[in-house]
C-alpha cells in the first residue's frame, strides 16, 4: 500500500502523520505519478493551522501538498501527452503531492528537463510559478528599480532572479547570512530591521519604481513610504495590507498554468535561474520538514523525497 500524509484536525506539525492509503486511480485526463520530489511551502501550513479556513476549508482527513516532480505510472482515459515513464513535474490543487503516487491532471503537468535535477523539478512548481505572477504583476522591466522582501525564501529567491532577468535593478531585503548568496546572483542586499527604509532609498540611488512582499510583517508599509504607486506592488501574503492601500496581490493561482511551468524549466534549463535547496527530507520525517520551514529562515525550498 502507498503511503501519503494526513491529518485530522487544525494544529501544530504534532498532527501531521503518514499512513497507508488506498492506491489512487487516475480518472478522466488524469495522470498518475510516482513521486520522487514534492516541495513544501508556508501556504500549506497555514492552512494545515487552520489560519486560512475562510479561504481554503478543510475537509479532514486532510493530504498535504501541491508541488510534484516523478515519473508516470499509469495513464487516465483521454491521455495522450505522456507516457508511463516519463519524467514529469508540476502540481495538483488536491492537497496530496506529500505522497508516493498522486493523480494529476495531465494540464498541470510538464516534461521534466533532463539537466534538471528530481530537487528543483519538486521545488519548482508553487514557488516558480507564484514569484512568475508577482514580479509580472507590477510590470518589472528593463531599467526599473525593484525591492523584494524576503528575498533569500522560497518564492523570494526566485522573484529577485526573475527581476533581474527582466533588466531590472533588484534590491534584496535579507538577514546577513543571505547576503553573499543575493551578490552573487545581481542582487543588491539590504538587511532588514531598524533603519531599513533609509538603507533602501541609499541603495536605490533614486526613486523605487516596484515592489514584490514575499514575507508581510509591514512590508506593504514600507513599499508604500518608500513612494512606490500601489499598482507597482504586489504581496502574495498581507490581504489586509493589500485591501488597505489597494496593491495588488497576484500570486500561484494567477501563475499555476503549464506554460509558464515550461518557461520556468527554460530558465532554470538556460542557468539563468537557480531555484536554491535548503534540505530534503524523506516522508516520515515530514514533521522535520515543516518545522524547518515555519522558522522562516530557510534559503529557498525545502522538499520532501518520498
Known amino acids: 500500500m502507498p503511503k501519503a500524509v494526513k491529518y485530522d484536525e487544525y494544529g501544530g506539525i504534532d ?7 488506498e492506491p489512487p486511480a487516475p480518472g478522466a485526463g488524469q495522470v498518475l505519478v510516482r513521486v520522487v520530489a514534492a516541495g513544501i511551502n508556508p501556504g500549506e501550513a497555514a492552512i494545515r493551522q487552520g489560519l486560512m479556513d475562510s ?20 495513464l487516465g482515459p483521454g491521455v495522450d501527452a505522456f507516457a508511463v ?4 513535474f508540476g502540481f495538483t490543487n488536491d492537497r496530496a503531492s ?21 530537487e528543483v523539478a519538486g521545488a519548482l512548481p508553487v514557488a516558480g510559478t507564484t514569484a512568475y505572477a508577482a514580479v509580472h504583476a507590477v510590470g518589472v522591466g528593463e531599467g526599473d528599480t525593484v525591492v523584494v522582501s524576503g528575498a533569500a525564501g522560497g518564492v523570494g529567491s526566485l522573484a529577485v532572479q526573475l527581476a533581474r532577468d527582466a533588466g531590472a535593478t533588484v534590491i534584496g531585503l535579507a538577514g546577513p547570512a543571505n547576503h553573499d548568496w543575493l551578490t552573487d546572483h545581481g542582487v543588491t542586499p539590504v538587511a532588514y530591521g531598524e533603519g531599513m527604509a533609509d538603507r533602501v532609498r541609499a541603495a536605490a540611488d533614486g526613486p523605487v519604481d516596484a515592489f514584490v512582499d514575499t514575507f508581510g510583517d509591514g512590508y506593504v508599509d514600507l513599499a508604500v513610504n518608500l513612494g512606490v504607486q500601489p499598482e507597482r506592488i504586489d504581496t502574495i501574503i498581507d490581504f489586509a495590507a493589500a485591501q488597505k492601500y489597494g496593491v495588488r496581490t497576484a500570486a500561484n493561482s494567477e501563475g499555476a ?42 534559503r529557498g525550498k525545502i522538499v520532501i523525497m518520498p
Open 85 to 88: 515513464g516519463d519524467e514529469v
Open 55 to 74: 479561504q481554503y476549508p478543510t475537509t479532514f482527513p486532510s493530504g498535504q501538498g501541491s508541488d510534484l516532480a516523478g515519473t508516470v505510472a499509469e
Open 98 to 118: 506529500q505522497a508516493e503516487l498522486v493523480a494529476v491532471p495531465a494540464g498541470q503537468l510538464v516534461r521534466r528537463p533532463p539537466g534538471m535535477s528530481w
Open 257 to 298: 498554468r503549464a506554460d509558464v511551468l515550461a518557461e520556468l524549466a527554460r530558465l532554470v534549463d538556460e542557468g539563468r535561474l537557480e531555484i536554491p535547496i535548503a534540505g530534503t527530507y524523506p516522508l516520515d520525517q515530514v514533521r522535520d520538514a515543516y518545522r524547518e520551514l515555519e522558522q522562516r529562515h530557510t
Open 15 to 21: 498532527v501531521l502523520r503518514v499512513v497507508e492509503v
